[in-house]
């Protein structure tokens, strides 16, 4: 079920003209959330962290999601993510900057040992957040030439597969290097 779901129908209430979700949700049956109900996409694959399937669940969101033409962006969040900004001021930021958002780095290369190198360039390897924002063209680029197969055996690609297959097809630069979730890990509660 989505965590806090009384602030995200706050944060989308009177938007819904520019907004629209799409779930992925491993237990359909058991989801009882009233804002993500009736919003599940028709195909579905079983998904873990770390794991391809995990990709091929973002894939299939963004393929239902690229179906609708005036959808402009996409952004991918967990359940687990609350907003800490007004819809107002996401919208505003998105259309303003009109840039894919996607914290990548170099960063974990021992994962690459896993990597089909005939078709993955380690100069290309990169490692993001599995949270995102992409804009259509992105979105759609990464569908046309993300080629699955050759990511079956590595560690781990869904932290690496978006900023890799934007790298090798000359697009990362085009990304805002900045993460879409944040997280402080270093408070200490009392």
Known sequence: N??????????????????????????????????????????????????????????????????????????????????????EYVYRQLFEIGRSWLNYFKGDMWRYYGVEVSAIPHACFYKSSQFFCLTRGHARLVLAKGRLDDWRRSDCPDEHYLPTVLAMNGKLGECLQRPLTFTDWSRKDQ
């Open 2 to 87: 989505l965590n806090q779901e009384g602030i995200w129908q706050d944060y989308f209430r009177g938007h819904g003209n520019h907004s629209n979700i799409y779930v992925h949700a491993r237990e359909r049956e058991r989801m009882s959330s009233g804002l993500l109900q009736d919003r599940h996409i028709s195909r579905r694959c079983e998904t873990g962290t770390g794991q391809i399937a995990f990709v091929e669940a973002e894939l299939l969101l963004l393929k239902e999601a690229l179906k609708d033409k005036e959808n402009e962006f996409f952004l991918l969040h967990s359940e687990s993510c609350v907003p800490l900004r007004p819809f």
